[in-house]
Structure formats: structure tokens, C-alpha cells
T-cell receptor
Framework: DAMVIQNPRYQVTQFGKPVTLSCSQTLNHNVMYWYQQKSSQAPKLLFHYYDKDFNNEADTPDNFQSRRPNTSFCFLDIRSPGLGDAAMYLC?????????FGPGTRLTVT | QKEVEQDPGPLSVPEGAIVSLNCTYSNSAFQYFMWYRQYSRKGPELLMYTYSSGNKEDGRFTAQVDKSSKYISLFIRDSQPSDSATYLCAMSPPSGYSTLTFGKGTMLLVSP
């Protein structure tokens, strides 16, 4: 089945220790998105790629970076995680207006 | 005023009830409307996608859009315990691809 895959599903990192979350897709969609979702809150868009074009949301902290080496893969790098960065990180893809989400990576910062 | 307002609930109903979930929005540029279902600790799953005012039905689910009132609804008929989840509305302007604005989600609890 075509799908959006996120690894790992659960990630524990230490305060200030860089961490990378990965997303892959078999849908061959040209747009990929990263969202941050905290408990009982709406997903918050961090950035998205339209093909290779990177689009950063204005309020996304510099601590968050992203890479998209090819159509299928996209990475979220958190350079120096703080306690406030503990959240669920969701990857999504789309070709048109419908976005399809992966299962998410739950990040814990100790 | 937030762009998308959604009552967080929880909304508790008995099995078999008809459920109505709603969102209001303020941005008249929104043209595409979606409902996602999110189980605890999982990613959102696209349930319904509509464009323009009117109704769209898929099995037990009906999505309704009223652009004049800036109001959208999701109805669930014959609700089941497996419908217990958080339901997120999302919407976007026409742009070729979507940058969605989400509501905060309504938690639905269906008791057997």
C-alpha cells in the first residue's frame, strides 16, 4: 500500500543533543510537510517542500531545519532540542489539496 | 479571532447516536475543507474532503459546508465505539496545493 512512513515512532533525546527525524513516502507526491503537534492542540506547520523548493513558516524557530534529498525522503533536524520541543512531529504529503499524514514521531526531551 | 474555531469537547454520546461536529472560520479565501480523524498517539487520517458549499456523503459520514455562514459540519450516523477519536477540521485557499489551517480538534467518546 502507498503510504507515509515515519521513523522512529518514539524518540528520546537529551536537552541540547541534536536529533533527526525521518519521513519517507511511496505516494510519489511532490509536496512534503512537517508539522509539530502538542497535546490537545492543532498541528502547527513548521515548513514544507514543493518539489525541491523549501518554504519556511515565519514563526518556525531557527532551531528547526529540514532536508529533502529526493522525492521520497524528508528529514527534520532539531539542532538543540529544548524541553518545549517535546511534541508529536507529523510528516504529510500531497499532490493537490488533500494531505496524507504519517503516524508521527513522538519526541521526548529529557 | 482565530482563523478556525472548533469546540474541543469532549463530546460523549451512546453507541448508535447521530454525532454533529462543527467548525467556524473567518477567512473567506478558504475553499477546500477537510475532516481528519486522529486516534490517540497516531497521525491524522483523512476522512472527508469537500470543495464548495453543499453536502458530501461517504458511508456513515456526511460533510456539510455553508460558505455564506463560514460554517462546516461533519455528521456521523450510527456512531460506534471505534469512532472514538479526535476530529480535526482543516481548510485551505485554492493554491494548487494546500497549506492547511487546522481547528484544535473535538474529542469524541462513543460509549457501548
Amino acid at each position: 500500500d502507498a503510504m507515509v512512513i515515519q521513523n522512529p515512532r518514539y524518540q528520546v533525546t537529551q536537552f541540547g543533543k541534536p536529533v533527526t527525524l525521518s519521513c519517507s513516502q511511496t505516494l510519489n507526491h511532490n509536496v512534503m510537510y512537517w508539522y509539530q503537534q502538542k497535546s490537545s492542540q492543532a498541528p502547527k506547520l513548521l515548513f514544507h517542500y514543493y518539489d525541491k523548493d523549501f518554504n519556511n513558516e515565519a514563526d518556525t524557530p531557527d532551531n528547526f531545519q529540514s532536508r529533502r534529498p529526493n522525492t521520497s525522503f524528508c528529514f527534520l533536524d532539531i539542532r538543540s532540542p529544548g524541553l518545549g520541543d517535546a511534541a508529536m512531529y507529523l510528516c504529510a504529503t500531497s499532490r493537490d489539496d488533500e494531505q496524507y499524514f504519517g503516524p508521527g514521531t513522538r519526541l521526548t526531551v529529557t | 479571532q482565530k482563523e478556525v474555531e472548533q469546540d474541543p469537547g469532549p463530546l460523549s454520546v451512546p453507541e448508535g447516536a447521530i454525532v454533529s461536529l462543527n467548525c467556524t472560520y473567518s477567512n473567506s479565501a478558504f475553499q477546500y475543507f477537510m475532516w481528519y480523524r486522529q486516534y490517540s498517539r497516531k497521525g491524522p487520517e483523512l476522512l472527508m474532503y469537500t470543495y464548495s458549499s453543499g453536502n458530501k456523503e461517504d458511508g456513515r459520514f456526511t460533510a456539510q459546508v455553508d460558505k455564506s455562514s463560514k460554517y462546516i459540519s461533519l455528521f456521523i450516523r450510527d456512531s460506534q465505539p471505534s469512532d472514538s477519536a479526535t476530529y480535526l477540521c482543516a481548510m485551505s485557499p485554492p493554491s494548487g496545493y494546500s497549506t492547511l489551517t487546522f481547528g484544535k480538534g473535538t474529542m469524541l467518546l462513543v460509549s457501548p
